[in-house]
């Protein structure tokens, strides 16, 4: 049966979706996150996108357009993802970060498993960002979709295993988690329709096999913390954050959404900072 799509400000996930995502790491959330026109307006934006990126760059490299785009906050301030997260964040939100992945049809990248929280070690305190991770394409086990490994986002090294170099020709990333600090037969696949998405903890074992097939496998990651997160000074040269709803409580610097920072993606650049 088809379903409708939830208009906005309303409570979007029930009290047993929030305990599962609690509990397991991850939340399968197989009703539309936007209206139809919306959802068609962001595919068609990151059509756009995909057809002026440089063929020197890889599709799957996409890693924080928002800093150069400002159209894009037009779907991630949205109520409709906001009201998705904010039963599990609570009702002050930030906005960490966003990343569209796509694996080209036939020779996509295969993601590593990995630990978000991992790649960004000490930037957080603490270490709260929930990902939604919003299907542009259809993605399923025929063309690369993302699998997790259930409740290891409370596992013995808490979101910071230890990792091994891989092949980065053939991986997206050029380290993956140790193989003995992982399970990979639990691993669940998590299969998508477009305007569908997935939530996962920061600190949840996820990757993804290659694209080998001939279907395309996009899909933007919006992620959110806590407005009581505190981005540590580091972080700060290289990375925005942006106050999405409610109170700014650790009094993070937050950056202006209807502004473009070029610079920050060129110092990312060179400081070789782009890629999750």
């Given at each position: 049966m088809d379903t409708a799509f939830v208009p906005a400000r309303q409570q979007r996930l029930t009290d047993d979706q929030v305990n599962i995502y609690r509990s397991e790491g991850y939340l399968m959330y197989r009703?539309?996150?936007?209206a139809p026109e919306e959802f068609a307006a962001l595919r068609e934006h990151f059509e756009h996108k995909l057809a002026v990126l440089p063929s020197e760059i890889r599709p799957e490299a996409m890693d924080v357009p928002h800093f150069t785009d400002p159209a894009l906050f037009r779907w991630l301030?949205?109520?409709?993802?906001?009201d998705l997260v904010e039963p599990i964040l609570g009702p002050d939100i930030v906005l960490f970060s966003s990343h569209f992945i796509c694996k080209p049809k036939?020779?996509?990248k295969r993601v590593p498993w990995h630990?978000?929280?991992a790649y960004w070690k000490t930037t957080l305190e603490p270490m709260e960002v929930a990902t939604v991770w919003l299907a542009i394409d259809a993605s399923t086990t025929v063309n690369g979709c993302m699998q997790v490994i259930p409740r290891t986002h409370r596992g013995p090294k808490n979101g910071?295993?230890?990792y091994d170099p891989v092949d980065p020709a053939r991986n997206v990333f050029s380290t993956e988690i140790t193989k003995s600090q992982r399970d990979d037969s639990k691993a669940v696949a998590c299969e998508l329709q477009?305007?569908?998405?997935s939530l996962h903890?920061?600190?949840l074992i996820h990757g993804s096999p290659p694209n080998t097939s001939n279907l395309r496998r996009c899909g933007y990651t919006m992620r959110y913390m806590p407005?009581?997160?505190?981005?540590?000074d580091a972080a700060r040269p290289c990375h925005n954050v942006y106050l999405a709803r409610g109170r700014n409580l650790a009094g993070n610097p937050c950056a202006d959404p209807t502004r473009s920072y070029p610079e920050l993606a060129r110092y990312r650049e060179t400081h070789g900072r782009n890629g999750h």
């Amino acid at each position: 049966m088809d379903t409708a799509f939830v208009p906005a400000r309303q409570q979007r996930l029930t009290d047993d979706q929030v305990n599962i995502y609690r509990s397991e790491g991850y939340l399968m959330y197989r009703e539309p996150v936007f209206a139809p026109e919306e959802f068609a307006a962001l595919r068609e934006h990151f059509e756009h996108k995909l057809a002026v990126l440089p063929s020197e760059i890889r599709p799957e490299a996409m890693d924080v357009p928002h800093f150069t785009d400002p159209a894009l906050f037009r779907w991630l301030l949205s109520d409709a993802v906001l009201d998705l997260v904010e039963p599990i964040l609570g009702p002050d939100i930030v906005l960490f970060s966003s990343h569209f992945i796509c694996k080209p049809k036939g020779n996509g990248k295969r993601v590593p498993w990995h630990e978000d929280s991992a790649y960004w070690k000490t930037t957080l305190e603490p270490m709260e960002v929930a990902t939604v991770w919003l299907a542009i394409d259809a993605s399923t086990t025929v063309n690369g979709c993302m699998q997790v490994i259930p409740r290891t986002h409370r596992g013995p090294k808490n979101g910071f295993s230890d990792y091994d170099p891989v092949d980065p020709a053939r991986n997206v990333f050029s380290t993956e988690i140790t193989k003995s600090q992982r399970d990979d037969s639990k691993a669940v696949a998590c299969e998508l329709q477009p305007n569908q998405a997935s939530l996962h903890d920061a600190r949840l074992i996820h990757g993804s096999p290659p694209n080998t097939s001939n279907l395309r496998r996009c899909g933007y990651t919006m992620r959110y913390m806590p407005a009581s997160v505190r981005l540590n000074d580091a972080a700060r040269p290289c990375h925005n954050v942006y106050l999405a709803r409610g109170r700014n409580l650790a009094g993070n610097p937050c950056a202006d959404p209807t502004r473009s920072y070029p610079e920050l993606a060129r110092y990312r650049e060179t400081h070789g900072r782009n890629g999750h």
